[in-house]
């Protein structure tokens, strides 16, 4: 699988054959075990969600409440959609339902310790997680989901990482 410009793209020998259903806006791929034959695609405005049916993709919805420029997606060992977007920053969503595109959402932000907001990736590390930020590398444990929980009062903050994190301190302004 491939997400492009042109859109979703599957491969079949030496053939790349475009998915029907895709935005022309795909610029990353994810999945998450709590819907294992599902495939997540970061997009311009979204995240359209497609299902593994025999051989094809078929395309079944868009996270409900994700209207952002999605650069990436990861999964955290909870099984929860953790996205980067273009303008609010790190976006956690957490399955709700009986469909993958019903998903509870927090935003982080200021208040979680992410800073100006431009994040550009996200890792786990069992239970850490680095946060790749325009200030420098960020640190945090991971927590379990939090129903009804605001987003100001998250248990997931994070704070600059002392060890390897000073190899990052004042990043050049040029490094995606």
Do not use: C
Not at 8 to 32: C, H, M, W
Not at 97 to 114: E, L, M, N, R
Not at 145 to 151: R, S, T
């Amino acid at each position: 699988m491939a997400a492009t410009s042109e859109g979703l793209y599957q491969f079949e020998g030496d053939s790349a054959i475009k998915i029907a259903g895709t935005s022309r806006t795909a610029f990353v791929l994810g999945v998450s075990p709590k819907w294992p034959k599902h495939l997540f695609v970061g997009l311009l405005g979204g995240v359209q969600i497609f299902k593994k049916i025999g051989n094809q993709w078929i395309y079944v919805d868009k996270l409900k409440g994700i209207t952002d420029n999605i650069r990436n997606i990861t999964t955290d060992q909870y099984g929860d959609i953790w996205l980067v977007s273009d303008v609010r920053g790190l976006i956690r969503t957490h399955f709700n339902g009986a469909s993958p595109a019903d998903v509870d959402i927090h935003y982080f932000g200021k208040k979680q310790g992410t800073g100006d907001l431009k994040v550009n990736r996200l890792i786990f590390d069992k239970e850490k997680m680095y946060l790749l930020t325009s200030n420098g590398l960020l640190q945090s444990t991971m927590q379990p989901w939090q129903a009804n929980v605001l987003e100001d009062s998250d248990a997931i903050v994070f704070s600059p990482d002392v060890k390897i994190g000073k190899s990052f301190q004042n990043p050049p302004t040029n490094v995606q």
